[in-house]
């Protein structure tokens, strides 16, 4: 189940199952259905004549549903079996599957059709961890199916399996024996239902839905496509990759809460289906001019669970965004702080950043209004408590028995390295969370003029944020190097290896005008570009390695926020470069860049390398083309509508955008 390629994965927000190409499942990583964070299926295998089916052709029709047709285990060169087999799956809330065998012959055929199936009720952080669940597990036979549950602690998940045919029900398997005349066809309906306490959610798909129903989303697949800008372009690399993100992003919105009018994303699959901060904020605002009200949902789900009282095993203090919400079962009983879980320190920040794109995107000064009381608390905890010993940075520390050591976007154990190798400690102040804090204060004091009617907040914002600036220049430029530092450690020592974080720097704007030249040669020279994109470490550092998570990968969210930075500096070639590489690695993974890939050197291995458990789809990465055509581009938005400075390289061939959303109305780019 390690490659993408193996797998067939269907999702309906935080329901998703993950099988091989036969549509099986054998309890192995990620693979089974999983519900709200908990896996109800852990074994769900075909078996005709007692052996799995022989897969003809197997795909994801749409991210909702896929088809499997398959024969007999028996065929081979001069055996041509007469049965075929079909599985049709849809997942919308609960999963519905129709089983088809089917006789092509004029002789009558006997079959013996088995469904096996279990369900250990991990929770995912068990699943991911490879650790037992701690549930008391038991099943219940129904004359029509059986029902598998688990309790631990007070609390009870429950999965019903439902068939529609007659057939020999037990506790870990359905036999049917089927009698097919010639030329005729049998087949069962599979209903499973997934239940948190006595709340059972059903599927909505039965018999003959299959291409009929789509997920409970305010828009169709179809509508979400259509309301997109569409795109123009002569490269059909680039064509292909943004109906691919499109299609990526309409596949992992979610609703958290029912109350909520848009859907949200979802950070990525298996790891991450549930609400995270900085992923929902970063992919939002790259998603802003193609699909804005992803920022409007996003915006608004955050500030109704930002943080209201200090709880340090979750990592909260007043003010503060949350980092991931979990529904799982070690959340509910408290074994992990994820209930929510507020361990990151640039997701508070960014909410300030995505609040003010928003706005310029979309004229909506309603929604600024309305989370006014939630920016001032942002902006009291980025003074405040973010600000663990009062010198103006902003650094971190787990207090939480649970918690994430490091709590910037590489939040790994060892994503902090010096030079040498050598680990940095906590409280760590790195230096892309104190560039958002310069950003979110420049925002939130355009805000404060626009919307609140406080010039005296906004003054105060401006004057601080130059402060900012200056003093971050003098403590994080490395002169002997000629870079800004990655971090400050607990002893205020400038962790000095050279990494992508500098490029969040010039997207932020917190880098002075003198530095930015030296950090465009730094960013696209070999030891960080690695021709598929920046990597997010340094080849010349001790601690790099091309498949390290954060020490040496390219993440395509990453390189796409640097090449942003380096537009708005006017390093126009260099970004235009760096967008093109992305799109040039989407080709070698079907138009579907993975959440991260490795950093081997394009000319030493002419394909990306995979990183083995990268997500995918991911929301960042598939949001990552989105602003990589914004910066190829040169779109922004000001009051008096749509600003677009192409700067396409000649290799690309030409590109345009039309119905672009802006200020309520929809333009076009030259």
Not at 119 to 136: I, P
Not at 361 to 368: K, P, R
Not at 408 to 422: E, H, P, T, V
Not at 461 to 479: C, P, S
């Amino acid at each position: 189940m390690d490659s993408h390629a193996d797998q067939l994965v269907v999702l309906d927000g935080s329901t998703f199952f993950v099988s091989d190409r036969r549509g099986d499942a054998h309890g192995g990583e990620t693979a089974g259905l999983f519900f709200a964070d908990v896996r109800h299926l852990s074994v769900w295998q075909l078996l005709v004549d007692d052996e799995p089916v022989r897969v003809l052709t197997a795909s994801v029709v749409d991210y909702y549903s896929a088809r499997i047709f398959a024969t007999l285990a028996a065929a081979r060169v001069g055996v041509n079996p007469s049965v075929s087999v079909r599985r049709d799956r849809i997942v919308a809330d609960g999963v519905h599957e129709d089983v088809v065998v089917e006789n092509h012959s004029d002789e009558e055929r006997r079959v013996r059709v088995e469904l096996r199936y279990a369900a250990d009720f991990a929770d995912l952080f068990e699943v991911k961890e490879a650790t037992a669940s701690k549930g008391h597990l038991s099943a219940t036979v129904e004359p029509s199916g059986v029902v598998l549950t688990a309790q631990w602690d007070g609390q009870r998940r429950a999965t019903r399996l439902a068939f529609s045919g007659e057939g020999e029900f037990g506790v870990d398997r359905a036999v049917f024996d089927v009698r097919l005349g010639p030329r005729q066809r049998w087949e069962t309906c599979v209903d499973i239902s997934c239940a948190v306490g006595d709340a059972e959610t059903s599927p909505r798909a039965d018999h003959g839905g299959f291409g009929q129903l789509e997920p409970q989303m305010p828009m169709t697949l179809a509508e979400w496509l259509d309301d997109a800008p569409e795109l123009d372009a002569s490269d059909d690399t680039i064509v292909h990759t943004y109906r691919q993100s499109l299609v990526d992003l309409a596949s992992l919105r979610f609703r958290p809460f029912p109350d909520l009018e848009w859907s949200l994303p979802a950070a990525g699959l298996p790891w991450f289906m549930a609400l995270f901060g900085r992923d929902s904020l970063l992919t939002a605002y790259m998603a802003l001019p193609f699909q804005p009200h992803l920022a409007q949902t996003t915006l608004r789900a955050l500030a109704g669970l930002q943080a209201t009282e200090d709880d340090p095993f979750r990592d909260a203090e007043p003010g503060k965004i949350l980092h991931e919400l979990r529904r799982g079962i070690l959340a509910a009983t408290g074994e992990v702080p994820h209930s929510p879980y507020y361990g990151s320190h640039d997701a508070t920040p960014l909410f300030l950043i995505l609040l003010d794109e928003y706005e310029r995107w979309t004229a909506d000064t309603a929604l600024v209004r309305d989370l006014e009381p939630a920016a001032r608390a942002a902006l009291a905890w980025i003074e405040g408590a973010g600000d663990l010993d009062g010198d103006g940075y902003l650094e971190y520390r787990t207090r939480s028995t649970a918690g994430l050591e490091n709590q910037c976007w590489k939040d790994s154990w060892n994503s902090i390295l010096f030079a040498d190798g050598r680990l940095a400690l906590p409280p760590i102040a790195t230096c892309e969370i104190q560039g958002y804090a310069y950003d979110a204060r420049v925002r939130a004091a355009r805000l404060a003029r626009l919307a609140w009617g406080d010039d005296a907040l906004a003054d105060r914002l401006e004057a601080d944020a130059a402060d900012l600036r200056e003093r971050f220049d003098r403590d994080f430029w490395i002169e002997e190097r000629c870079y800004y530092a990655l971090a400050l450690d607990a002893d205020k020592r400038q962790v000095d290896s050279l990494t992508s974080n500098i490029g969040h720097l010039l997207w932020s704007g917190i880098v002075t005008d003198e530095r930015a030249a030296t950090l465009a040669g730094r960013l696209t020279g070999p030891e960080l570009s690695s021709g598929w994109g920046v990597r997010t470490m340094s080849s010349g550092d001790d601690g790099y390695n091309p498949i390290e998570y954060h020490n040496g990968t390219v993440w395509p969210h990453d390189t796409a926020i640097v090449a942003e930075g380096l537009r708005r500096y006017g390093y126009r070639d260099e970004a235009s470069q760096l967008a093109g590489a992305l799109f040039d690695a989407a080709a070698s993974f079907d138009f579907q860049l993975p959440e991260v890939f490795a950093g081997f050197a394009r000319a030493e291995t002419t394909i990306p390398v995979e990183y083995p458990t990268a997500s995918r789809p991911q929301a960042w990465a598939a949001a990552a083309p989105l602003l990589g055509l914004r910066t190829l581009l040169g779109l922004d938005a000001y009051p008096d509508g749509l600003r677009c400075a192409p700067h396409v390289p000649e290799r690309l061939g030409h590109l345009r955008l039309r119905r672009v959303p802006i200020g309520g109305s929809r333009e076009d780019t030259p």
